[in-house]
């Protein structure tokens, strides 16, 4: 049985992280702004409680997404297949294509690999001609969770983008003004 | 091993919902959705779809492959062979829980019949258990008879079989 996520002390996001997989990863997404999508991607938030969530991002082939941050937001990363370059600024970006191998059991030699990506840190994706799907585990530290898509800091990822970002902005000012 | 469709659906919900998506072929767009294999057993497998805000499918097929799709979340519909949607107006409301009431239902069982999908403002995203009768399994997005979604689409097929 499911333990309710409010009793349980997670201090990072990697802890939450590992609640969720020890728990069978629990299928339970929100009624409200469960998908999102951009030029190059479509996300479905997979579970969400207090203020943590995890949202499966599916990406398209040939893309990427320029340096962002989500600030307030301390997340991890972990893949599930496809063709993805996550990088991190002032960080060791390993090129992932030496990875990019299939194991005994038909899935993808970085299935279950985790990128951690602290709040503020920019990052950015390259992704390849397979696309690529991961999970983003999410700790909103200062406001309710919504989707890393529109919490986005930087170069939008293209003109779908700019306007989700435009809209969340002017939802915001109009629920401060009222 | 797995008898049928149900069978397989009953197991991957018990076994703690395994994501083990294949390495080859994992992922495939459309205009109007994105979808992704989670697990993949021999001539089963189970895909998960996210679908784009008011968007509809025209009405098609996927031959030879028995299937059931259940509902995660968001405003869609699944219309029969005549492009008849059930009125689900009604079930758009969210459980204490803060998930969607039709969240675990079943929205569809099919044996290879004619259907469709639309979606209303919010989008949505569903899970379909599928049993591959004949060829192995890829994706009914690529396994479809009927008008195609759109250019992506078209676009997509094409990739896969070049």
Redesign the interface.
């Known amino acids: 049985m499911l333990r309710p996520l409010r009793n349980i002390m997670h201090k990072t996001v990697e802890q939450f992280r590992d609640w969720y997989f020890k728990n069978g990863s629990p299928l339970r997404p929100p009624f409200h702004n469960p998908v999102f999508y951009t030029d190059n991607a479509m996300s479905l938030c997979l579970f969400r409680e207090g203020q943590y969530q995890v949202e499966l991002y599916i990406t398209e082939p040939h893309s990427t997404s320029p340096k962002h941050t989500h600030p307030g937001v301390d997340s991890c990363f972990v893949y599930l297949g496809g063709n993805i370059q996550f990088n991190l600024e002032g960080r060791d970006n390993p090129d992932v294509s030496q990875w990019q191998t299939e194991k005994e059991d038909g899935t993808h030699a970085l299935l279950g690999k985790t990128v951690s990506s602290p709040d503020g840190i920019p990052h950015w994706l390259l992704i390849g001609k397979e696309g690529g799907a991961f999970l983003s585990f999410e700790h909103w530290k200062d406001k309710d969770p919504v989707s890393v898509t529109t919490n986005w800091e930087g170069e939008p990822v293209g003109e779908v983008h700019s306007k989700i970002l435009e809209q969340n902005l002017n939802d915001n000012i109009s629920e401060r003004v009222s | 091993m797995f008898n049928n469709v149900e069978q397989f659906k009953d197991w991957w919900l018990k076994a703690?919902?395994?994501?083990?998506?294949?390495?080859?072929?994992?992922?495939h767009?459309t205009d109007i959705?994105?979808?992704?294999c989670l697990y993949?057993k021999d001539q089963f497998q189970v895909e998960?779809y996210?679908?784009?805000?008011n968007t509809e499918s025209p009405i098609h097929s996927h031959p030879n492959v028995n299937s059931i799709s259940m509902y995660?979340?968001?405003n869609l519909s699944f219309a029969d062979e005549n492009g008849n949607y059930k009125d689900l107006s009604a079930y758009q409301?969210?459980?204490q829980?803060?998930?969607?009431?039709l969240?675990g239902k079943t929205a569809e069982k099919n044996d290879g019949k004619s259907h469709a999908l639309r979606t209303g403002s919010?989008?949505?995203?569903f899970?379909i258990f599928e049993h591959w009768l004949k060829d192995n399994p890829s994706s009914v997005t690529l396994h479809w008879e009927g008008d195609l979604v759109g250019e992506k689409h078209a676009q997509t097929i094409k990739e896969y079989h070049a």
């Open positions: 703690g919902r395994p994501m083990k998506p294949p390495f080859k072929n994992c992922i767009t959705a994105y979808a992704m993949r998960l996210i679908c784009k805000p995660l979340t968001g409301w969210p459980k829980n803060g998930a969607h009431m969240l919010t989008g949505g995203s899970l």
